[in-house]
């Protein structure tokens, strides 16, 4: 699979990321059998959260891929912390207790990438900076980044933490474009104007920020994937006209139209079906031109000024 650099590190990724929060839907040998269909196809990143099946998605993963320092050596481990229940919590404490048990349950004694997941108003970013320092000098985690914030979440903690904030995980689909739409409708009397997200795409591309879209499938916050969908009759037949072009499936296009943005994004695939992630994988091998990236947005129902 095609490789890129994360953020401003040196730490050269798949652009494609498997998302591991469905593992826990997986019997044991179906779990070891995705792993390695992932491993076979170049797929080496694997996102994880502590949140995700209260933690037992990192042991079942830990399991399936049968964990060893050479194992280890092969991949590259992604996780999140700080949402809690009924709240979010970026405090010092929390912060390395739940990294602790992240390694624990990973059975590894680092992460190359720790998450902050979920903005919490009440963090102090002082204790953030505490918290990622003892983090890097340990050696428990090589890399930081943040999940669904905007730009100046971002400032903030960048007042006090030093380390380069090299990713940020945000919902981003070809139906949920708003951090899309509202570059492109910039002054206009619309909705698809409406800046929800204080212009987050242009100052992560500003900052060599990678972008993460998360749910790269689904239309609203969890109400269902788009592709086959009767909701969305224009944007299936469209992406299915320019798979047929390129000899891919539908699901092979729509991670293509989050590849071709230059924004240089690494989309975290979450399903468990093998097929499916082979042929998002094949999306790294697919560069759709201008005309077929705004065909595709338009479809969706997405406008243009």
């Known amino acids: 699979m095609r490789t890129m650099k994360l953020g401003k590190s040196n730490l050269e990724v798949p652009v494609v990321a498997v998302g591991c929060m469905r593992i826990n839907s997986l019997e044991k040998n179906a779990a070891e059998k995705f792993v390695q269909t992932a491993l076979e196809h170049g797929a080496n990143f694997f996102d994880h959260a502590d949140i995700y099946g209260r933690g037992e998605c990192e042991k079942i993963f830990a399991d399936a891929i049968h964990m060893t320092d050479s194992v280890r050596e092969n991949i590259v481990l992604q996780s999140k912390c700080g949402i809690r229940q009924g709240m979010f919590d970026f405090s010092k404490e929390h912060i390395l207790n739940s990294v602790d048990g992240i390694l624990k349950r990973l059975n590894t004694d680092y992460l190359d990438v720790l998450l902050l997941h979920r903005p919490d108003t009440l963090v102090e970013p002082e204790e953030v900076a505490e918290a990622f320092d003892i983090l890097e000098s340990s050696g428990k985690v090589l890399h930081f980044g943040v999940s ?29 474009s708003t951090m899309i ?21 242009d100052y992560c591309r500003l900052n060599d920020i990678t972008i993460q879209p998360w749910s790269p ?15 969305f009759p224009e944007l299936n037949q469209k992406l299915e006209e320019i798979a047929e072009k390129y000899g891919v ?33 094949k999306a790294s091998q697919v560069q759709l ?6 065909a595709i947005y338009r479809a969706a129902g997405n406008i243009l000024p």
């Open 289 to 294: 031109d201008r005309e077929e990236w705004y």
């Open 148 to 176: 669904n914030q905007n730009p100046m979440q971002i400032e903030l903690l960048k007042k006090s933490v030093k380390q380069e904030i090299v990713a940020n995980q945000l919902q981003l689909s070809i139906t949920n």
């Open 249 to 281: 499936t539908s699901t092979t296009i729509a991670i293509a139209w989050l590849l071709r943005h230059p924004a240089k994004m690494q989309p975290v695939i979450g399903t468990m079906n093998e097929e499916r992630l082979k042929d998002c994988i």
């Open 217 to 231: 499938f689904q239309y609203g916050f969890f109400e269902g994937v788009f592709i086959g969908s009767d909701k």
């Open 181 to 201: 739409s509202n570059g492109i409708n910039v002054n206009m009397e619309n909705d698809s104007a409406v800046n929800r997200d204080g212009s987050i795409l």
